[in-house]
């Protein structure tokens, strides 16, 4: 049986696909970040029995080589490896551009020459830049307020221009804000989690203003593979949102209420993005995937926060949170 390949199955998101894939019955090469200790990131925590199911793949979307190699024998990818910090895309955008852009193009041209079946490139809301109108939907303009935001950008294009210029199955799939279990404290959500629950009474934040539309990880990876399951959603770029906004501030505010309300908030300078930079109003249209997908949102914020919280409770030392997460 030909094998679909998950690239950055090592990561947040990558792990809950892998996993989410596997229950389903397909048949999954997990691409995971190659280092010398050997260990294959958040899939190190999945369950044996899930695990049993998975071949493992260590290497670089850097290098086409290993690409390639790691694709050989797969009908399908989901490429999902990236660099995603964008304070850290601030001083280090080669970084950038090397794995978002080149590694997109090694995963496009080693897919091509392979003649695989469906090719699914991963998108991020931040391509869109602060809302010029609400919902966001899949021909709002793009506009790269950060290096990250760009080499994602220019990663998309040349999904497309391969869809167009030599028929390549792609799908582009473009999240919004994915929370949940096992995501780092560079995000929002598990910041202010991990500091409450580690006894802080200051919570450092950057700005509080800008609003965001979050989906539970769950729902991120079923929507990952509601698109794949459906051919008609070839050649597209999809949104998965849920159509909800929720401010910064009104999101820290409810998890101090919920976790610990003696804690006050504090507005961190180091946290604040550059004027220009910030992305202030992320609010998505999911109206196209249910179109053509059999997609349906299965968490509500409160399910989805409530899990995220009992889950950082129980791996409260891989926070650190004395420190800025970049």
């Known amino acids: 049986m030909k094998k ?12 809950h696909l892998t996993e989410e894939l ?7 090469k997990a691409f995971v970040f190659y280092n010398s200790f050997n260990t294959w990131g958040w899939l190190d925590s999945l369950d044996k029995n899930i695990m049993y199911h998975v071949e493992i793949f260590a290497g670089d979307v850097r290098d086409p080589h290993g690409v390639k190699k790691a694709m050989e024998g797969c009908k399908a990818v989901f490429h999902l490896a990236a660099l995603i910090g964008i304070p850290f895309s601030y ?18 041209q080693a ?45 998309d294009r040349l999904a497309e221009s391969f869809y167009r210029s030599f028929n390549l199955p792609v799908s582009i799939v473009r999240p919004f804000n994915t929370y949940g279990p096992r995501q780092s404290a560079r995000a929002v959500i598990p910041t202010i989690i991990s500091q409450l629950l580690a006894g802080r009474e200051e919570i450092k934040l950057g700005s509080l203003t800008p609003t965001r539309d979050f989906n539970y990880v769950k729902d991120t990876a079923n929507g990952f593979i509601s698109i794949y399951e459906s051919e008609v959603t ?15 501030g009104a999101l820290a505010v409810e998890l101090i209420k919920q976790i610990n309300p003696k804690a006050i908030i504090i507005c961190d300078e180091q946290r604040f993005r550059p004027p220009n930079s910030e992305v202030n109003r992320l609010l998505g249209s999911n109206k ?12 509500s914020f409160e399910e989805g926060i409530t899990e995220t919280i009992n889950w950082i409770k129980n791996n ?9 997460n970049v």
């Open 288 to 299: 196209k995937l249910i179109e053509l997908t059999d997609w349906k949102q299965q968490w």
């Open 111 to 155: 897919a091509r020459e392979l003649e695989l079946e469906r090719v699914l490139i991963t998108s991020t809301s931040e391509v869109y830049g602060t809302a010029q109108y609400v919902p966001i939907d899949e021909k709002h303009p793009f506009q790269g307020q950060s290096p990250y935001s760009a080499t994602k950008i220019g990663a």
């Open 4 to 15: 679909i390949l998950v690239t950055g199955a090592d990561g947040f998101i990558g792990s």
């Open 91 to 108: 001083h280090s955008p080669d970084a950038y551009v090397d794995t978002n852009i080149k590694g997109t193009l090694n995963i496009l």
């Open 22 to 28: 596997v229950e389903r019955g397909y048949d999954v």
């Open 316 to 324: 409260k030392s891989t926070y650190r949170t004395d420190i800025y």
């Open 234 to 248: 070839i050649g597209e770029e999809i949104n998965i949102a849920t159509g909800h906004e929720v401010s910064i």
